[in-house]
T-cell receptor, first 113, second 115 residues
Framework: NAGVTQTPKFQVLKTGQSMTLQCAQD?????MSWYRQDPGMGLRLIHY???????DQGEVPNGYNVSRSTTEDFPLRLLSAAPSQTSVYFC????????????FGSGTRLTVV | AQSVTQLDSQVPVFEEAPVELRCNYS??????LFWYVQYPNQGLQLLLK??????LVKSINGFEAEFNKSQTSFHLRKPSVHISDTAEYFC?????????????FGPGTSLSVIP
């Protein structure tokens, strides 16, 4: 089925470890983004991309890196995990213009201990 | 800067009763408006959207929302809720000024349908 695939679904990290959250979409969407979801705060934008080779920061980019080498993939890297990065992470994609709304992945639940 | 307010963090309602989930936004330019639904342990799904034209928009599962420009609101309603409507609902706004501006999400409203 066409859509947005996120891996892993669950992850536990120790403080200071690094890891990459994977996101892939097969809908040829130009726009991809990463959000984190925390209780009572809704979704906050971390980074986004409007095409291969183009990325930009969102509302809460500190501690995260992204790259977009292909249209399909948009990995999110945690450089040195901190307990404050414990959250649920969602990848979303859309055609530019967003008139169709976003297609979301099923999320990655990350715990940093 | 645009922002989205959902005044009710939790809304309990009995099955078959009507429900309204409130959404207000602030923006100095024209906007697109969205409602997303998140079922437990899942990602968000688009429920309905307002882009232009008729201010009343409807989803396939009985929800509707009305865009009120003067009150800058986009409230979500359903005349009779079902147990399966239990979920988190997010209102979202995007400004029309560019083709790839970011979408701003509200904090969410948790709808609990009581049997």
């Amino acid at each position: 089925n066409a859509g947005v695939t996120q891996t892993p679904k669950f992850q536990v990290l120790k403080t200071g470890q690094s890891m990459t959250l994977q996101c892939a979409q097969d809908m040829n969407h130009e726009y991809m983004s990463w959000y984190r979801q925390d209780p009572g705060m809704g979704l906050r934008l971390i980074h986004y991309s409007v095409g291969a080779g183009i990325t930009d920061q969102g509302e809460v980019p500190n501690g995260y890196n992204v790259s977009r080498s292909t249209t399909e993939d948009f990995p999110l890297r945690l450089l040195s995990a901190a307990p404050s990065q414990t959250s649920v992470y969602f990848c979303a994609s859309s055609y530019l213009g967003r008139e169709d709304g976003y297609t979301f992945g099923s999320g990655t639940r990350l715990t940093v201990v | 800067a645009q922002s989205v307010t959902q005044l009710d963090s939790q809304v309990p309602v009995f099955e078959e009763a009507p429900v309204e989930l409130r959404c207000n936004y602030s923006s100095s330019v024209s906007v697109y408006l969205f409602w997303y639904v998140q079922y437990p342990n899942q990602g968000l799904q688009l429920l309905l959207k307002y882009l232009s034209g008729s201010t009343l928009v409807k989803s396939i599962n009985g929800f509707e929302a009305e865009f009120n420009k003067s009150q800058t609101s986009f409230h979500l309603r359903k005349p009779s809720v079902h147990i399966s409507d239990t979920a988190e609902y997010f209102c979202a706004v995007s400004e029309r000024k560019t083709s790839y501006d970011k979408v701003i999400f509200g904090p969410g409203t948790s709808l609990s349908v009581i049997p």
